[in-house]
């Protein structure tokens, strides 16, 4: 099982090859935003489109060190993630953020060292909220699926989600 210590995503593909319970993103076209370039948890899931009032809520609640993997459709419209969003995220125990869109205050997010992000880029444009968006549901983007529950691996090389904990 693997643990804080040494592991890396390369070795979970050479160890887990084609397992059916184990998903790999195709390409890697993220961006890492925080010094926090490794990090693995439990999955929850939002999915939206230009509008993060699902993102904020989920967010302010009590992460117990898990990885909220939100699935923007690949949108650079709007950001889904900005510094007040993401201090919550700290304040509130989550170990990351995986964003299938762009966030903002990238400067600010920079130096939180205890939550890994991840995103497509930056877009100073805030969402307006309207309350649109699910939280917990099965989202999949690039190649990869993603289930409330799931386990995600992230490092410099990679991104991989497991049904079962790696």
Not at 50 to 63: F, Q
Not at 96 to 112: M, P, Y
């Amino acid at each position: 099982m693997i643990t804080d210590g040494e592991w890396s995503c390369a070795d979970i593909c050479d160890k887990y090859g084609d397992d059916r319970d184990v998903s790999y993103l195709d390409s890697f076209p993220f961006r890492h935003f925080t010094p926090m370039r490794k990090f693995f948890g439990q999955i929850r899931t939002v999915s939206c489109l230009d509008d993060n009032s699902k993102v904020k809520e989920i967010l302010a609640t009590d992460g117990k060190g898990m990885i909220l993997v939100v699935d923007g459709n690949a949108s650079l419209r709007r950001a889904l993630m900005g510094d007040l969003i993401a201090d919550s995220a700290v304040e509130n125990n989550w170990k990351g953020v995986v964003i299938n869109g762009v966030i903002r205050d990238s400067a600010h997010i920079a130096e939180l060292d205890t939550l890994g992000v991840l995103a497509l880029g930056t877009n100073p444009r805030k969402t307006e909220r309207r309350d649109l968006g699910s939280i917990d549901v099965p989202i999949s983007f690039n190649g990869v699926t993603c289930r409330p529950n799931d386990w995600i691996y992230v490092d410099e090389d990679g991104l991989i989600s497991s049904r079962k904990q790696l």
